[in-house]
């Protein structure tokens, strides 16, 4: 009689069990069931493209209350590029003087633009979070004093100080930073926007946004985003390229004897710099 009711007991835990997964599946949006129903065992194993699209139907469904309240998304935008502004700030309040510095700062705001834009689903990240980032970084190194940072001064030496300090800076955080914000941007609207067949043309899921219609515009920016990829990769390469210097040769090609041009590196208050040495005469370069 005990076994009885010991297996009526595991009958019914396993009726429940099985009615807690059923509601689970029924509450579980289309696109995640239909991938998850293809990698149930006994089955063929799912491809890799529809791993990959189970993995975003997820990172979907995590993101979505975020991008259903905007306030929420874009102050996580704004931390995050206060948050690297002011570690930035910390660690290079004079810019990137290294080819190391460059290259983190380069793809640390890369990083830092995509979350903003992936959390906040807004375009206005492009902006706002260089915009924030900047602002931190400014207000970090007012006790610094030197050309580079400094108010900008309307003269020639003023403006070449003002492009090779705040100008690099920028080109190395602010245009990756908007960059990665667009992409990330544009990845959040077509993971929300991304319907359960699989056709991006038509249906709307989740808060709405639709991918019909405005092909033009879409494609401008697309285009826009890839020159500006392939700008910052080029650059990154030549940051990565070792630096050399040609030496000083005559009129007829040969070099001048006694002649220097090298490219050596001084300590200069704790990060060792570059320095070119050139001159006709060793004793005078």
């Known amino acids: 009689m005990s076994a009885t009711r010991a297996s009526g007991h595991h009958r019914h835990g396993v009726v ?3 009615g807690h997964a059923d509601l689970a599946i029924r509450d579980e949006r289309p696109e995640m069931a ?3 129903q293809d990698s149930e065992p006994g089955q063929e194993p799912v491809s890799r493209r529809d791993r990959l699209r189970l993995a975003e139907a997820r990172l979907a469904e995590r993101l979505r209350p975020v991008w259903q309240d905007r306030r929420v998304g874009l102050a996580v935008a704004v931390a995050a590029g206060a948050a690297w502004g002011l570690l930035a700030g910390g660690w290079m309040p004079r810019g990137p003087l290294i080819t190391s510095q460059a290259v983190l700062s380069l793809l640390i705001s890369l990083v830092v633009g995509g979350v903003a834009g992936l959390v906040a ?5 492009i902006v706002l979070t260089p915009a924030v980032f900047a602002l931190v970084f400014e207000l970090s190194r007012l006790d610094l004093e030197g050309p580079s940072v400094d108010a ?3 003269s020639p030496y003023g403006l070449l ?4 300090g705040r100008g ?4 190395l955080s602010l245009v990756p930073m908007a960059l990665g914000a667009a992409v990330g941007a544009g990845m959040a609207r077509t993971f929300d926007a991304r ?3 699989g056709d991006d043309a038509t ?3 989740g808060t709405g946004a639709t991918t019909q219609g405005r092909r033009a515009p879409r494609i401008a920016r697309r285009t826009v985003a890839i020159l500006t990829a392939v700008a910052l990769l080029a650059l990154t390469a030549g940051l990565l390229r070792p630096a050399g210097t040609d030496a000083i040769v005559d009129a007829d090609g040969d070099v001048v004897p006694g002649s220097i041009a090298e490219l050596t590196r001084v300590d200069v208050n704790g990060p060792d710099l570059g320095m070119m040495i050139r001159g006709h005469s060793v004793d005078n370069p």
């Open 168 to 171: 690099v800076h920028a080109l």
């Open 152 to 154: 900008v001064v309307v």
């Open 203 to 205: 249906a709307t899921v």
């Open 195 to 197: 319907p359960a067949t």
């Open 34 to 36: 239909s991938l998850r």
């Open 16 to 18: 429940g069990q099985e």
């Open 161 to 164: 100080a003002f492009g090779t």
């Open 121 to 125: 689903k807004s375009r206005w990240t």
